[in-house]
T-cell receptor, first 111, second 116 residues
Framework: RKEVEQDPGPFNVPEGATVAFNCTYS??????FFWYRQDCRKEPKLLMS???SGNEDGRFTAQLNRASQYISLLIRDSKLSDSATYLC????????????FGKGTHLIIQP | GAVVSQHPSWVICKSGTSVKIECRSL??????MFWYRQFPKQSLMLMATSNEGSKATYEQGVEKDKFLINHASLTLSTLTVTSAHPEDSSFYICSARRPQGFYEQYFGPGTRLTVT
C-alpha cells in the first residue's frame, strides 16, 4: 500500500464550481499534514497546513480525519488560476525528516 | 516570508561531468534542508536530508558518492551530481524548513538538469 494516495484525476471543473478531493495516508503515526500546489514544471508551493480542527483560508477549506486517515481539500468558486496539481503531503516524524508526497491530483478549471 | 532560492534554474551538461546546484534560504536560517528529485509525471522523491555542520542523511537507493551534499552554513546547501549520466536528467528541487513551525517546507524554484 502506498504511503500517501490521491486520485490523479484530471478533474475537469467549470469555473465557479466547487470541487473537493481526498487523500489517504497509511501511517497512523503521521503528525502533520499539508496541501501543496504545483504548477507545471514549477516547484511545489505551500497552500495550507491541515489542522486537526480543520482550517479555512478564503475559498479553500482543509479537513483532517485521523480515524479514517484521510485529508480533504475543498475549493469553492473555482477560478481559472486554480488549475494546477494539488499535492497531499504528510510528515510522519520518527526520524524521517522529510515529507512524503502523494502523486498529486490534477485539476483543470474550464471557462 | 520564507524564500528559498536555487541556482542554476536549468543546466545542460555532457555525460561524465559534474554539476553543482546551490540552495539558499534568503530570509531565515535553515538548520535542515532537503533535496528532492522529480521525474516527469512522478511525485517528488526525497534524496537526502542536509544538516548544517554534519553529514547528510541519504535515502535508501541514493548513492552518497554520486550526489555530494554540503551544508556549510545556515543558509546554504549544495548538491553536486558527480559523473553525471543521461539517467540523472531530472528536476532537482531543494527545500528548507524553518526552525519553528509544523514541519512545513519551503521549496526553491528547482533546477532542471539535462545530461547529454
Amino acid at each position: 500500500r502506498k504511503e500517501v494516495e490521491q486520485d490523479p484525476g484530471p478533474f475537469n471543473v467549470p469555473e465557479g464550481a466547487t470541487v473537493a478531493f481526498n487523500c489517504t495516508y497509511s501511517n497512523s503515526a503521521s503528525q502533520s499534514f499539508f496541501w501543496y500546489r504545483q504548477d507545471c514544471r514549477k516547484e511545489p508551493k505551500l497552500l495550507m497546513s491541515v489542522y486537526s480542527s480543520g482550517n479555512e483560508d478564503g475559498r479553500f477549506t482543509a479537513q483532517l480525519n485521523r480515524a479514517s486517515q484521510y485529508i480533504s481539500l475543498l475549493i469553492r468558486d473555482s477560478k481559472l488560476s486554480d488549475s494546477a496539481t494539488y499535492l497531499c503531503v504528510v510528515y510522519s516524524g520518527g526520524g524521517a525528516d522529510g515529507l512524503t508526497f502523494g502523486k498529486g491530483t490534477h485539476l483543470i478549471i474550464q471557462p | 516570508g520564507a524564500v528559498v532560492s536555487q541556482h542554476p534554474s536549468w543546466v545542460i551538461c555532457k555525460s561524465g561531468t559534474s554539476v553543482k546546484i546551490e540552495c539558499r534560504s534568503l530570509d531565515f536560517q535553515a538548520t535542515t534542508m532537503f533535496w528532492y528529485r522529480q521525474f516527469p509525471k512522478q511525485s517528488l522523491m526525497l534524496m537526502a536530508t542536509s544538516n548544517e555542520g554534519s553529514k547528510a542523511t541519504y535515502e535508501q537507493g541514493v548513492e552518497k558518492d554520486k550526489f555530494l551534499i554540503n551544508h556549510a552554513s545556515l543558509t546554504l546547501s549544495t548538491l553536486t551530481v558527480t559523473s553525471a549520466h543521461p539517467e540523472d536528467s531530472s528536476f532537482y528541487i531543494c527545500s528548507a524548513r524553518r526552525p519553528q513551525g509544523f514541519y512545513e517546507q519551503y521549496f526553491g524554484p528547482g533546477t532542471r538538469l539535462t545530461v547529454t
